[in-house]
């Protein structure tokens, strides 16, 4: 399969395309790389709300919801006109118009989680429910973080593959 990978993109450009058009746009990449903020970023540029999937998965004292919740509440997330979703998610990958991938060494969101947590070691950071203080879920980020390229990259990249979409 070829990925068509685009080094730059103007996105004043593309914030004036998505004013005419309905754009959805798919933020994925390991836990502590900064998703959040470039989605933020993003959102901002192109005047698109932006929903991230912390939320949807984790409930009270980081807890899981029910996979059957998670997908509910993840499919009203893809039914809105236009969105950008930051997290990982099969099902905004596949309602996604863009797709963006953001590669970073294991290094760089070690150093990334170690920032964001310090400020939220002991209180819940603004986009999680309450009682999710960082402290408790470091040993799960380490996991997740070292297993990403092994685990959830390869499905990732293999869904993008098989969708034969556009990858930036």
């Known amino acids: 399969m070829k990925f068509e990978?685009?080094?730059?993109?103007?996105?004043?450009?593309?914030?004036?395309?998505s004013k005419l058009v309905n754009l959805c746009v798919y933020i994925t990449v390991n836990a502590g790389s900064g998703k959040s903020t470039f989605?933020?970023?993003i959102g901002k540029a192109l005047g698109i709300n932006v929903y991230?999937?912390?939320?949807?998965?984790?409930?009270?004292?980081w807890k899981k919801k029910p996979l059957y919740e998670r997908k509910r509440l993840e499919e009203e997330l893809v039914s809105k006109s236009q969105w950008i979703i930051e997290g990982?998610?099969?099902i905004a990958r596949q309602a996604s118009d863009l797709?963006?991938?953001?590669?970073?060494?294991?290094s760089v969101c070690y150093l990334g989680c170690i920032k964001r947590n310090w400020r939220y070691l002991f209180t819940s950071r603004p986009n999680l429910p309450d009682?999710?203080?960082e402290i408790?879920?470091?040993p799960t980020l380490i996991k997740i973080i070292w297993c990403f390229p092994y685990v959830?990259?390869?499905?990732?990249i293999n869904d993008i593959c098989v969708q034969k979409r556009h990858l930036l």
């Open 5 to 17: 990978l685009y080094n730059a993109l103007h996105w004043h450009e593309l914030g004036q395309f």
């Open 39 to 41: 989605a933020r970023n």
């Open 52 to 61: 991230g999937l912390d939320k949807i998965i984790w409930s009270e004292g």
């Open 88 to 90: 990982v998610s099969s």
């Open 99 to 106: 797709i963006i991938f953001l590669d970073f060494p294991r």
């Open 131 to 133: 009682n999710c203080p």
């Open 136 to 138: 408790k879920i470091v």
């Open 152 to 156: 959830a990259k390869p499905v990732i």
